[in-house]
Nanobody
Framework: QVQLVESGGGLVQAGGSLRVSCAAS????????MGWFRQAPGKERELVAR????????YYTDSVKGRFTISRDNVKNTVYLQMNSLKFEDTAVYYC????????????????WGQGTQVTVSS
């Protein structure tokens, strides 16, 4: 089992920045690919960014490219999502996820989910 706990969400004005973190415990963190999903009211959950177990490979959905950065610290067992130039449409609950396989993450079927943290961007 892997337990994931997100933190760092909150209210920010459009154009501002926010960093959300996800602390992992349980099985070896560095064995897992990590990702951030988000779900806005009335919309499906979408993969925002993912990072490979080593940190050597990343993916971003088109709407956040150039604004968001995913990173991980395999010593601190933590994955981060730095969000800059935030827009109103970034408002959502952000979920951390862990997967054994990149394909599982990409299909929206990771092995473990966090409980989510709310990010609200005011216009």
């Amino acid at each position: 089992q892997v337990q994931l706990v997100e933190s760092g969400g909150g209210l920010v004005q459009a154009g501002g920045s926010l960093r959300v973190s996800c602390a992992a415990s349980g099985r070896t963190f560095s064995n897992y690919h990590m990702g951030w999903f988000r779900q806005a009211p009335g919309k499906e959950r979408e993969l925002v960014a993912r990072i490979s177990w080593s940190g050597g490979s990343t993916y971003y959905t088109d709407s956040v490219k150039g604004r968001f950065t995913i990173s991980r610290d395999n010593v601190k067992n933590t994955v981060y999502l730095q969000m800059n130039s935030l827009k109103f449409e970034d408002t959502a609950v952000y979920y951390c996820a862990a997967a054994n396989y990149i394909s599982s993450m990409s299909r929206g079927l990771p092995d473990y989910w966090g409980q989510g943290t709310q990010v609200t961007v005011s216009s």
